[in-house]
Every structure is written in C-alpha cells, then in structure tokens.
C-alpha cells in the first residue's frame, strides 16, 4: 500500500512539474509572440508614415510624349528601328567596328614556346603557381 502511495505521489509530482514546465514554455512562448507583434507594429507605423520624396503618380494624365500605336507589322519594324538607332545614338559616340588586326605583325610580348616536356612541365607548373596566387587573394 505504501509503495502504491508512493508510486502515485511521484506520479503526482512529476505530472506537476511537465505542466508547470509546458505552461512556463507556453508563457515563453507567448512572450515572444507579444514582443514580436510588438515589434512589427513598430516598424510598420515607421515605414508607412514616412514622407515620400515623390509626389503620386496620376494614371489619368495623357503621357507627355507618347508613342503612337503601331497598328501594322511595317510600322512595328519602322518603330523599332527608329528607337534602336535613337539608343545606340545615345550609347555611344565611337564607330561600331574596330580597326582590322595585322596578323603578319610579330606580337609586342611573345609567350615563349617550350620546346621539350621539362619546359612544358616547368611552364605549366609556372601557370599553376599563379593561378593559385591569384585565386587566394
């Protein structure tokens, strides 16, 4: 009987004690949520009463310069490329090619050919070397 007693007291106590760690948690946790809610409140009040550097856009206001529609494929093509001549016009002011390259010319810093395999290994070996340095900085 005594044993029974025990068996139910320690019961009785351990049950207590999860539930006063589950509810300790659940306040925790609650806490946190409060805090959170709290928090985004905040921060919303902030970004949304904050003055726009721009004024509102009226959607019902003709454009200033507005591009007539093109209603045929001819007009489409005559469309694009006026504009496509207007943008390069605009990127840039030098000529679109660059000047022919004299191929018979000898290279202003030639790259020394190796000639046996030690030379091929010691150049590939350079190559590495550098390529490692490089990727590490």
Request: hydrophobic share 35%; charged share 25%; no cysteine.
């Amino acid at each position: 009987m005594r044993t029974i007693h025990k068996l139910v007291g320690t019961l009785v106590v351990v049950s207590m004690s999860s539930l006063a760690t589950a509810a300790t948690a659940q306040t925790a946790a609650e806490s946190k949520a409060a805090d959170f809610r709290a928090l985004e409140a905040e921060m919303q009040q902030e970004s949304t009463n904050l003055p726009s550097s721009r004024a509102p856009v009226d959607t019902t206001a003709p454009a200033e310069d507005p591009v007539p529609q093109a209603t045929t494929e001819q007009q489409e093509i005559a469309r694009f490329r006026a504009q496509e001549h207007a943008m390069q016009d605009e990127s840039t002011n030098m000529p679109s090619s660059s000047r022919p390259v004299d191929k018979t010319a000898p290279p202003a810093d030639p790259a020394s050919k190796a000639t046996t395999e030690a030379q091929k290994a010691a150049r590939f070996a350079d190559q590495e070397r550098i390529m490692q340095e490089e990727s590490t900085r």
